[in-house]
């Protein structure tokens, strides 16, 4: 095995709570709407672009108003994530040290930039991830950011560990084996395989 790829939301750890706060902030500051997210809700829109999650916000909105408000609303949760942090799913710290002796370490998420590195920082991960790639970076589907980061890694043999629908299918057209964190927030009735905690993954692969 070449890595591992990791989704971040609903995978290594959960930080809605934290993120309906900032956008909440975000519009309450630079729009007129009356509009107040909730860690539920923002739950069912994690895993998909950001372009797909301020549509989903701001379906009336002509789409520069979307990008000026998304733009703000992203920036706003970077910063408070600094401080205010999501909670780190149990074992992910200790699974991560271990596997990361054994194989190299991945993430492809969704997210925007800077995300992934505030999530490595506060949680002081970054010493167990080789290489990462998000949308904000590449602005194309999961899939093809999966295919850059193992083109650039010269990956052949990877699994990704995802959450939601969005990940499995991702890794369909990617061709890469997908392994389903049923702790997170998706729901996928038929995985191929699938862990209850992440402390289950290096059993699972044999690591």
Same mark, same amino acid.
């Given at each position: ?11 290594? /750890?959960?930080?809605?709570? =934290?993120?309906?706060? $900032? /956008? #909440?902030?975000?519009? *309450? *500051? ?5 509009? $107040?997210?909730?860690?539920? /809700? ?13 549509? =989903?916000? !701001? ?10 408000? &998304?733009?703000?609303? !992203?920036?706003?949760? #970077? ?8 909670? %780190? ?19 492809? $998420? #969704?997210? +925007? ?5 505030? !999530?490595?920082?506060?949680? &002081? %991960? &970054?010493?167990?991830?080789? @290489? !990462?790639?998000?949308? &904000?970076?590449? +602005?194309?589907?999961?899939? *093809? $950011?999966?295919? %850059? ?6 990956? +052949? ?11 499995? @299918?991702?890794?369909?057209? =990617? ?24 402390? *289950? ?7």
């Amino acid at each position: 095995m070449d890595g591992i790829i990791f989704d971040v939301d609903g995978t290594l /750890w959960d930080s809605t709570e =934290a993120v309906a706060r $900032s /956008w #909440n902030q975000a519009i *309450e *500051e630079n729009t007129d709407f009356s509009l $107040s997210l909730t860690a539920d /809700w923002l739950k069912s829109l994690f895993g998909k672009t950001m372009d797909e999650i301020t549509l =989903a916000l !701001f379906p009336s909105c002509p789409k520069e108003e979307r990008d000026r408000i &998304g733009y703000l609303c !992203f920036n706003y949760e #970077n910063r408070l994530l600094e401080t205010d942090h999501g909670v %780190l799913y149990p074992d992910v710290a200790l699974t991560l040290e271990s596997l990361s002796q054994k194989t190299d370490l991945y993430i492809v $998420s #969704n997210c +925007q930039c800077g995300y992934i590195e505030v !999530f490595l920082k506060t949680m &002081g %991960l &970054g010493k167990y991830i080789k @290489d !990462f790639l998000c949308f &904000g970076q590449t +602005q194309v589907p999961k899939n *093809e $950011s999966i295919r %850059l980061l193992m083109e650039r890694n010269h990956l +052949q043999d990877v699994v990704y560990v995802g959450d939601t629908s969005g990940d499995f @299918d991702a890794c369909q057209k =990617a061709d890469v084996p997908f392994i389903y964190a049923s702790y997170g927030f998706g729901d996928i009735p038929y995985p191929p395989r699938q862990i209850g905690a992440i402390g *289950e993954l290096p059993a699972l692969l044999g690591l």
